[in-house]
């Protein structure tokens, strides 16, 4: 069928939609909801015979779904109507939430249900849980209501109230009044959701010393304690604030914008808040003890058996210099452990999405911080691709972008979660590239496919990484069952008795391409490019770089979108 995606955002819930349609034979469009006669545009060049909205928050135009079947993907139960669906599952603590496919009517969220999908609400952010049990809970439904669609005897079942299964309903949207934090009587568990809820937008608005910021993110903390609403810690960026029973990290902080001022953007709390944080301890933790505790922090490291498992999850997947130089020296201390298997990645959500914009675009000199953050990341990957002496494979429980994806192939395997989509491509930030990706990926999937993902700037689903070659294994379930499903598999690589002579080949296949071709000079090659991309005047990356980080909405569907 030929199905036109709509969507306010190309946002990674319609990046999975997209990628499995194509999987499946579909014919696939996309137009972003910038406006009704742009939408109206978008249909009659597609000429559709399905219409599905993963991610919308806008109505569809009445002369559209009235000649054209057009599917909503609602990310609440049967029954539940309102823009904020997500943020009472999590504010009410559910423990089970779901996600309903239903057709386009007058009446927003109110029309014949096509699908509808439960699942467990995890205790983590919103955007997370979005991105994964959500995520899975939608592509499940919107699969089963394009199927049900493409049959032709399918019948839509009405919105009744008065059937056991429908108990959802009407909510309002989620302001700041149900949101806001009374430090002096909420306790740790109420904070956290209120926390979750907002992330990562849009925040949950607070003051701290006189100022009024949005905060994003929240997390536990075991030991530390101080007054309620006080800054009593920092780590790495975050902030640590005292709760009537406790105490909870917050990593990043927007300021509210003052009318007539500047745009504000999420940025780590410490730096955000600066010379205000006079007097407040760095309180370090060290990624072999946060590995057992109840603290928050972006890098942890375990071992079982002969495998080590360095961890480490990045707001949003961005990674700055400060933090690539982090998880650089953890690397190191993790190589140099007694182990023959290391297994990067976080526990779910995102695996890396390179560079940090928002740093970036924060610093005095833009140009001269995106050069930092580029040499940082290609230290880290040179790390990876010199190891020699033990097998390195990067598990992608969630999604990976441009520096991220070459940061993943540069480990000797690549496993992925099904779920997983990947963006192996600069372009769309006006960027060449670096990573060493001139070395690994044509390594990987040959020079033409190379050059096909990264000029096409189109996702990339975890089956068809697997057939290119992108990575090596797949595995299907939730993010806990990839997890447990990747300690088996490597407790099984570091005892087979082929190990050692892995390690050989891995070893003189190096010395090989060393000598053929040495890393430097791949780097050098790519750093010319992105030296060019970061300082040329007539560069498109600034201007990018800045829409990006202050959510600037295009003008039109990109012509690579529209298929």
Not at 277 to 286: N, R, T
Request: glycine share 8%; hydrophobic share 40%.
């Amino acid at each position: 069928m030929r199905i036109l995606l709509i969507a306010s955002a190309f946002n990674s819930l319609t990046q999975r939609v997209h990628t499995e349609l194509r999987d499946r034979g579909h014919t696939v469009g996309v137009e972003l909801a910038l406006g009704d006669d742009t939408v109206r545009a978008g249909v009659a060049r597609f000429r559709p015979d399905l219409i599905l909205a993963p991610m919308l928050t806008r109505a569809i135009p009445e002369d559209i779904w009235t000649q054209h079947t057009v599917l909503i993907v609602h990310p609440g139960p049967k029954g539940d109507r309102g823009p904020s669906s997500l943020d009472w599952a999590i504010h009410e603590a559910a423990p089970e939430w779901g996600v309903t496919v239903l057709q386009a009517v007058a009446e927003m969220d109110a029309g014949p249900i096509w699908a509808s999908v439960p699942f467990t609400v995890q205790p983590c952010g919103k955007s997370e849980l979005y991105r994964n049990e959500a995520a899975d809970a939608a592509v499940e439904a919107a699969l089963l209501a394009v199927e049900r669609f493409e049959s032709g005897w399918f019948a839509p079942e009405p919105l009744d109230y008065t059937r056991w299964d429908v108990q959802g309903r009407l909510r309002p949207y989620h302001t700041q009044e149900f949101r806001r934090i009374d430090w002096s009587a909420d306790d740790t568990a109420t904070v956290l959701r209120k926390l979750r809820s907002a992330d990562s937008q849009p925040g949950v608005l607070d003051e701290l010393y006189g100022q009024e910021y949005f905060l994003h993110g929240g997390h536990p903390e075991d030991e530390l304690r101080g007054a309620p609403g006080t800054v009593i810690a920092t780590r790495d960026g975050a902030i640590c604030r005292g709760t009537v029973d406790g105490a909870v990290w917050i990593p990043q902080l927007r300021p509210r914008r003052t009318p007539g001022g500047p745009a504000t953007f999420k940025l780590p709390a410490a730096q955000v808040l600066g010379p205000l944080l006079g007097g407040v301890p760095e309180v370090p933790v060290q990624p072999a003890v946060a590995a057992w505790r109840e603290t928050w922090s972006e890098i942890s490291y375990r071992e079982a058996g002969s495998v080590g498992y360095l961890e480490f999850a990045f707001p949003s997947g961005a990674m700055s210099t400060w933090q690539c130089r982090r998880l650089l020296a953890a690397y190191r201390e993790a190589v140099a452990r007694p182990t023959s298997v290391l297994v990067l990645g976080p526990g779910r959500d995102f695996f890396s999405n390179g560079i940090h914009l928002n740093v970036i675009e924060a610093a005095p000199d833009q140009a001269e911080e995106s050069w930092a953050n580029i040499n940082a990341m290609d230290d880290l990957v040179e790390a990876i691709l010199t190891t020699t002496d033990k097998l390195v494979v990067s598990a992608l429980a969630g999604n990976a972008a441009a520096g991220g994806v070459m940061l993943a192939i540069a480990a000797d395997e690549v496993w992925c979660r099904e779920s997983a989509v990947l963006n192996p491509h600069y372009r769309l930030m006006g960027l060449y590239g670096s990573e060493y990706w001139t070395y690994t990926l044509p390594r990987r999937v040959g020079p033409e496919q190379a050059e096909r993902l990264t000029t096409a700037a189109l996702p990339v689903g975890a089956r068809e990484a697997r057939e290119l070659g992108l990575v090596d294994r797949t595995e299907a379930g939730n993010a806990a069952e990839f997890r447990a499903w990747t300690a088996r598999e490597a407790a099984a690589l570091a005892d087979s008795p082929e190990l050692s002579a892995r390690l050989l080949a891995k070893k003189r296949q190096r010395a090989e391409d060393e000598a053929a071709k040495p890393l430097a000079a791949y780097r050098a090659e790519e750093l010319t490019h992105m030296r060019r991309n970061f300082l040329a005047p007539d560069e498109p990356y600034h201007a990018l770089r800045q829409n990006f980080v202050h959510k600037v909405c295009p003008t039109r569907t990109p012509e690579h979108l529209q298929g």
